[in-house]
């Protein structure tokens, strides 16, 4: 068995991921360098490992600029326990202090955090910057280009079938360190963030 997109029972078979931890650490620097300074997240923490590593990259970033962290600036995007996707209603704003940027951990919930801010009287970017993850198609229904990090899906399934294929021939195989094998991202820039001042340099 081939894990594909996700770490959990690693200890079990191999793995093929993209580096959510580095996407989300370049998707919330990307913010920086635009000038913004309060930044928040959208996303389940303990709901997938993918998600977890997406937040701690954003933290990762958060640390390295100085910044501010507020437990009223991460929302939720699902059920932690059904793992069911919110609407877009659902998703709880910060009732203060609104963050001029967002990091969501996919561009389906970029997408929908997008709906409820406008639903809320936010402009998009004009208001509020909102960066995504995955360059997942359904994520554009926003009516805004989303800017994103890609994570090479065909790449990971191309990844996943050779890894499977070494196995039928050698049952010791192992791809990556560990059986885990991580392949880069690509960072895509469109409409969803806009400067708002001069980058936030890192300490």
């Known amino acids: 068995m081939v894990n594909l997109d996700t770490t959990n029972g690693w200890e079990m078979c191999d793995c093929v991921v993209s580096n959510n931890f580095m996407g989300g650490c370049r998707m919330t620097d990307y913010l920086f360098e635009l000038g913004h300074e309060k930044i928040g997240f959208v996303g389940t923490r303990r709901s997938t490992s993918s998600i977890d590593d997406r937040y701690s990259g954003y933290l990762k970033s958060l640390m390295e600029h100085g910044a501010e962290w ?46 409820r801010l406008e639903k809320a009287g936010y402009g998009v970017p004009g208001d509020v910057s909102v960066a995504g993850f995955d360059n997942y198609m359904s994520g554009q229904s926003a009516g805004i280009g989303i800017t994103t990090y890609e994570t090479g899906a065909k790449e990971m399934a191309e990844r996943a079938v050779h890894s499977m294929l070494q196995k039928c021939r050698n049952a010791s195989y192992t791809s990556g360190t560990s059986g885990i094998f991580m392949l880069a991202g690509r960072f895509i820039e469109r409409e969803s963030a806009r400067r708002i001042g001069p980058p936030v340099r890192s300490l």
């Open 70 to 115: 507020k437990e009223d600036w991460v929302i939720d995007d699902r059920s932690p326990d059904s793992g069911r996707i919110y609407k877009s209603d659902e998703l709880i704003l910060p009732k203060e202090d609104m963050p001029t940027a967002f990091f969501c951990n996919c561009d389906l919930s970029a997408g929908l955090l997008i709906a």
